[in-house]
């Protein structure tokens, strides 16, 4: 299974952006997709996930400002940031949990990563 994540980019503390990852891939199904975010010299934290179901789950340094969403259909999941803060420059990486066709064996797959940059 392979994670394609994109939206990364500069943006100005309190701008909005916008990330999508999509996976494809010998899927049969995906219980969890998410985003996770790492700086230097620290370990990668959850940021959002959402359940197939649509249970969301947010960090407390998020919630209010980013939306998680996902297209079961085209194993899509986005995240919505707005009021952007410095500290939320980081890499994020997408993260999709699921069963494998055929085998039905689990897969836990993360994305490449994609920079995000807030100025102040």
């Known amino acids: 299974v392979q994670l394609q994540a994109s939206g990364g980019g500069l943006v100005q503390a309190g701008g909005s952006l916008r990330l999508s990852c999509t996976a494809s891939?010998?899927?049969?199904?995906?219980?969890?997709m998410g985003w996770y975010r790492q700086t230097p010299g620290k370990s990668r934290e959850l940021v959002a996930d959402?359940?197939?179901?649509?249970?969301?789950n947010y960090a407390d340094s998020v919630k209010g400002r980013f939306t998680i969403s996902r297209d079961n259909a085209k194993n899509t999941v986005n995240l919505q940031l707005n009021s952007l803060k410095p500290e939320d420059t980081a890499v994020y990486y997408c993260?999709?949990?699921?069963?494998?066709?055929?085998?039905?064996?689990?897969?836990?797959?993360w994305g490449q990563g994609t920079q995000l940059t807030v100025s102040s």
């Open positions: 891939g010998n899927i049969f199904s995906i219980n969890v």
């Open positions: 959402i359940m197939a179901g649509s249970n969301t």
């Open positions: 993260k999709a949990v699921g069963m494998y066709s055929g085998n039905f064996r689990h897969f836990n797959a």
